[in-house]
């Protein structure tokens, strides 16, 4: 059974960081990040292979969000600096089987609860 569980959301003041962890359960993945703002769909942040050998971002974060993992722990992260009112979301972990960094939300099979992140101005 595949489960994914973030951690590390909060409240932060623009400029600030925070540091999202997904574990994973149940096989090996590529994962994602994606984000939904109230009344919005929901969108992609980033996405890494299972060997960290391909990365995504989009062009909004590029520069301030990087993701990483540690396959020992099966676990992504995405530390996020640079945090401005507009990246307020709920964060959602997402994983799919194939070696893919699509940025597609359609191509992910296993999703995570989410995990709220809220940058005050």
């Known amino acids: 059974q595949v489960r994914l569980v973030e951690s590390g959301g909060g409240l932060v003041q623009t400029g600030g960081s925070l540091r999202l962890s997904c574990a994973a359960s149940?096989?090996?993945?590529?994962m994602a990040w994606f984000r939904q703002a109230p009344g919005k769909e929901r969108n992609f942040v980033a996405a890494?292979?299972?060997?960290?050998?391909?990365?995504n971002y989009i062009d909004s974060v590029k520069g301030r969000f990087t993701i990483s993992r540690d396959n020992a722990k099966n676990t992504v992260n995405l530390q996020m600096n640079g945090l401005k009112p507009e990246d307020t979301a709920v964060y959602y972990c997402?994983?799919?089987?194939?070696?893919?960094?699509?940025?597609?939300?359609?191509?992910?099979?296993?999703w995570g609860e989410g995990t709220q992140v809220t940058v005050s101005s």
């Open positions: 890494i292979t299972w060997d960290g050998g391909n990365i």
């Open positions: 149940g096989g090996t993945f590529s």
């Open positions: 997402a994983a799919d089987r194939r070696y893919t960094v699509v940025p597609d939300k359609a191509k992910y099979a296993y």
